[in-house]
């Protein structure tokens, strides 16, 4: 894959990060009722940190938990945090999982999912005093964890084949034809 095609794959992957951080907070929250719990912010990560490196998926986990800091009214600088842990939960369990295989996609896209919601509940309990959970927060995070690790091969399958169409469409300049 020439850079070219390489900028262009990973623009349009981070064009779609920002849709699905913009998005899902209006037309997903209402067509999907409780989609909140879905991350394809995860899945991205994962996927660019094993596709591309970990200083590019560290630049990419960075803008996407700006950007969800930005939209929120919540605290400054959570989703920084947790996209970051993220990606060190990505980073750690592919040294002993491998991202190349569907079940390591799904068993690692979801140990990070876990990952960033258990610290998610974590800081707001420790910045919230008054916040009440629910006893039975199990079952309603549970779907949540098995669609966006069961979703993480798909996306990673769907991704390769923008990955090969932007190869065609920005073909390799450095080639010099003789004519």
């Known amino acids: 894959m020439s850079r070219k095609s390489k900028f262009v794959f990973f623009t349009l992957v981070w064009v779609m990060g920002f849709a699905f951080i913009l998005l899902e907070g209006k037309v997903l929250g209402r067509v999907l009722l409780h989609a909140g719990g879905v991350d394809l912010t995860i899945i991205l990560i994962a996927y660019i940190y094993s596709h591309g490196s970990a200083r590019q998926a560290g630049l990419f986990a960075f803008a996407q938990g700006l950007c ?6 919540g605290f400054e600088g959570l989703f920084v945090f947790l996209y970051l842990c993220g990606l060190g939960a990505i980073s750690l369990c592919s040294k002993f999982i491998h991202l ?14 876990l990952v960033v919601k258990a610290l998610f509940f974590a800081m707001l309990i420790a910045l919230e005093s008054n916040l009440q959970l629910e006893e039975s927060i199990s079952w309603s995070l549970s779907v949540p964890l098995l669609a966006t690790a069961i979703m993480a091969p798909v996306f ?4 390769d084949r923008l990955s090969a169409f932007a190869a065609a469409v920005a073909p390799d300049d450095s080639l010099i034809h003789a004519d």
Not at 68 to 73: A, F, K, L, Q, R
Not at 105 to 110: A, E, W
């Open 68 to 73: 969800v800091d930005i939209y929120s009214s």
């Open 156 to 159: 990673f399958y769907l991704l």
């Open 100 to 113: 190349s295989n569907p079940r390591g996609q799904v068993f690692v896209t979801g140990v990070a999912w």
